[in-house]
């Protein structure tokens, strides 16, 4: 089992930056592969970034290309989602997401198996 925990949600106005951060325990061996997804109310849930911790490789959604980083910290078991340039339809729940590896070259959500409760996020105008 892994138990992934986020922090570092808030309340920011648009053009901002937040720094996510999900700190990972328990058999850290199969959370090689991070993610972030998030949820906006009536919205489905869509994968943010992705960090496969094994190799360095990472995977962005088109809509926060430019503007949100996702980093690891291996002697910490944390991964982070610094955040900037923010707009108000960034506005969400935000989850941190654990699978051993990843199997497409997209953020597939089936990919993962262990979640957190979530922090939320929100950008006013």
């Known amino acids: 089992q892994v138990q992934l925990v986020e922090s570092g949600g808030g309340s920011v106005q648009a053009g901002g930056s937040l720094r996510l951060s999900c700190a990972a325990s328990g058999y850290t061996d199969s959370a090689n592969y991070m993610g972030w997804f998030r949820q906006a109310p009536g919205k489905e849930r869509e994968g943010v970034a992705a960090?496969?911790?094994?190799?360095?490789?990472?995977y962005y959604a088109d809509s926060v290309k430019g503007r949100f980083t996702i980093s690891q910290d291996n002697a910490k078991n944390t991964v982070y989602l610094q955040m900037s340039s923010l707009k108000p339809e960034d506005t969400a729940m935000y989850y941190c997401?654990?699978?051993?590896?990843?199997?497409?070259?997209?953020?597939?959500?089936?990919?993962?198996?262990?979640w957190g409760r979530g922090t939320q996020v929100t950008v006013s105008s």
């Open positions: 997401a654990a699978a051993p590896l990843p199997t497409m070259d997209t953020i597939w959500e089936g990919d993962f198996a262990y």
């Open positions: 960090i496969y911790t094994g190799g360095g490789s990472t």
